[in-house]
Nanobody, 123 residues
């Protein structure tokens, strides 16, 4: 089992920045690719970014590319999502997830999920 706990969400004005953190415990963190997703009310869970086990490879959704940056610190079992130039449409609950098999963009491939952290961007 892997336990994931997100933090860093909050309320910010459009154009602002937030840095989300996700701390893992349980099994060896570096055995998992880590992804960030978000879900707004009435919407499906949306892929944002994924980072490989070593941190050497990343991939982004078009909605995140150029504004969001995923990174990880395997020594401290933490994955981050730096979010800049935030827009009101970025308002959602943000989740981190662990994937033992692939650097997948599909939320169904992920094995473990955090509880989510709310991000609200006002105009």
């Amino acid at each position: 089992q892997v336990q994931l706990v997100e933090s860093g969400g909050g309320k910010v004005q459009a154009g602002g920045s937030l840095r989300l953190s996700c701390v893992a415990s349980g099994r060896t963190f570096s055995n998992y690719a880590m992804g960030w997703f978000r879900q707004a009310p009435g919407n499906e869970r949306e892929f944002l970014a994924v980072i490989s086990r070593s941190g050497g490879s990343t991939a982004y959704a078009n909605s995140a590319k150029g504004r969001f940056t995923i990174s990880r610190d395997n020594a401290n079992n933490t994955v981050y999502l730096q979010m800049d130039s935030l827009k009101p449409e970025d308002t959602a609950v943000y989740y981190c997830a662990a994937d033992a098999q692939l650097m997948s963009r599909n939320h169904r491939d992920y094995d473990y999920w955090g509880q989510g952290t709310q991000v609200t961007v006002s105009s």
